[in-house]
């Protein structure tokens, strides 16, 4: 669909920091089953409580986005289009997190 508009530009972006880790890593959440089912009620469960008690969750969320792409940026690269989105996400992550950000583990495992 892209390749039949020829004037249409691609800008991908990427946004971190707006689901409190607080809620993020709450036990219910932590129930909820799979890694996509933990977000999504996280998500929810912040919603809720931002409407219920306002100004009562304070983040800063994290943006950046690529340069645009169009067409021909992409027909020179060769590969189908969904690898190149993805290779130029990859590096767009890269400069989006330079540093891992610290996660708390469930588990640590001491090896001597």
Same mark, same amino acid.
């Given at each position: ?21 607080h809620?993020?890593w ?10 996509? #089912?933990? /977000? %999504?009620?996280?998500? &929810? ?7 219920? *008690?306002?100004?009562? @969750?304070? $983040? ?27 290779? #130029?996400? /990859? %590096?767009?992550?890269? &400069? ?7 996660? *708390?583990?469930?588990? @640590?495992? $001491?090896?001597?």
């Amino acid at each position: 669909m892209l390749r039949q508009v020829p004037d249409t530009r691609i800008l991908l972006a990427i946004v971190s920091g707006v689901v409190s880790p607080h809620i993020r890593w709450n036990p219910p959440v932590k129930l909820a089953g799979d890694g996509h #089912k933990q /977000r %999504s009620f996280a998500e &929810i469960m912040q919603v809720i409580q931002q409407m219920i *008690l306002t100004n009562s @969750i304070d $983040l800063s969320a994290r943006q950046t986005f690529s340069s645009p792409l169009s067409n021909a940026d992409l027909a020179r690269l060769g590969e189908s289009l969904l690898e190149v989105m993805i290779t #130029k996400e /990859r %590096s767009l992550l890269d &400069i989006h997190m330079p540093q891992p950000e610290y996660v *708390l583990p469930a588990y @640590i495992s $001491l090896i001597d």
